[in-house]
């Protein structure tokens, strides 16, 4: 079960409250997203542009760090940095799915400064690395042969673990289950808990959900 950019049902998107409250629920993993600002500092966000998830406009390239911290979230938090997760993670019983979020810009070097960044990092599990843009992975692929890669796609896949051999991954991040995929599926975003259930009756890897609570206690019921 992962939290979908940590806890929407209840806090701001991509918030440090969010992940922090989730951690402290005992959550099996956090899902979130990764841009560089204009200085090639990692910093927690979904969009491109923070319009939409903070009191500012513009795109997160067009800031340096230090800019880009004079808006705040909902909760009056600044925009989260990649190192401040990495610092609240640290040790916790809890798995890490990291989004490059490059399928629109590419940001030139954000695989290598993410990646040495997180292997510098004291973490229980090792880190699921997941994009849209799958020549991003392959960047990541050079760097770290032997890390988890996942491609996210809200499309059918033919052939799905001719794919996954094919191109060295751990397995796939789906908008839809495909029940004979015959490989790894995490599948985003699941609320309901109707459909939860049915997937991990199903076998699933994983759910990215914005109502972990919620999820979590579909999940025990399952398990009784």
Request: glycine share 6%.
């Amino acid at each position: 079960m992962f939290g979908h950019r940590g806890y929407p049902a209840r806090f701001p998107e991509n918030a440090l409250a969010g992940f922090e409250y989730a951690c402290e629920q005992g959550i099996d993993g956090l899902e979130f997203d990764v841009h560089l600002t204009a200085d090639r500092v990692p910093v927690i966000m979904h969009d491109e542009r923070i319009d939409r998830t903070t009191d500012g406009r513009g795109r997160i390239d067009q800031y340096t760090f230090e800019q880009l911290r004079h808006f705040r979230l909902a909760n009056a938090e600044p925009v989260p940095s990649l190192a401040e997760l990495l610092k609240l993670v640290s040790g916790r019983d809890v798995q890490l799915d990291l989004e490059f979020k490059t399928d629109k810009i590419q940001y030139p070097g954000i695989e290598a400064v993410v990646m040495q960044m997180v292997h510098a990092t004291a973490l229980r599990y090792p880190v699921i690395f997941s994009s849209f843009h799958l020549p991003t992975l392959k960047t990541c692929q050079r760097l770290a042969p032997n890390e988890s890669y996942c491609w996210l796609t809200d499309k059918p896949v033919a052939h799905p673990a001719a794919l996954v051999a094919r191109e060295h991954l751990s397995g796939l991040h789906l908008h839809h289950f495909q029940s004979q995929a015959s490989v790894t599926e995490r599948i985003w975003t699941v609320d309901n808990p109707v459909v939860a259930a049915d997937l991990m009756e199903q076998g699933v890897a994983g759910i990215f959900t914005d109502d972990f609570v919620t999820m979590m206690q579909v999940k025990r019921q399952l398990a009784n």
